[in-house]
């Protein structure tokens, strides 16, 4: 399985940005799709989560209800809306497939190469 992640950029504060997951190979191996993030000088944070049919989804509390998974089935692609942004959402942005709707790391088999998403003040 291989997964393209896109859509970061440069944004201000409060602003929005849509990142993308385009995955490829054998999907059908894999049940869930997560995002993760990781900030220079911290650890890679869970932020959200969804299975591919788009019925489950798990979020970081934090994040809940500034940003926003989906899953595109039939475009094997799942976005990360992500509104009202802040500094501290400035972070290297990576998506991961895997078996189970899960925040660890651990759980998730394939992983993106990440795109960097920069908020200024």
């Known amino acids: 399985v291989q997964l393209q992640a896109s859509g970061g950029g440069l944004v201000q504060a409060g602003g929005s940005l849509r990142l993308s997951c385009a995955a490829s190979?054998?999907?059908?191996?894999?049940?869930?799709v997560g995002w993760f993030r990781q900030a220079p000088g911290k650890e890679r944070a869970f932020v959200a989560a969804i299975t591919w049919n788009g019925i489950s989804t798990k979020y970081t509390d934090s994040m809940k209800g500034r940003f926003t998974i989906s899953a595109d089935n039939a475009k094997n692609t799942v976005y990360l809306q992500m509104n009202s942004l802040k500094p501290e959402d400035t972070a290297v942005y990576y998506c991961?497939?895997?078996?189970?709707?899960?925040?660890?790391?651990?759980?998730?088999?394939?992983w993106g190469q990440g795109t960097l998403v920069t908020v200024s003040s």
């Open positions: 991961a497939a895997g078996q189970f709707l899960s925040r660890a790391t651990t759980n998730y088999d394939y």
């Open positions: 190979g054998r999907t059908f191996s894999t049940s869930v």
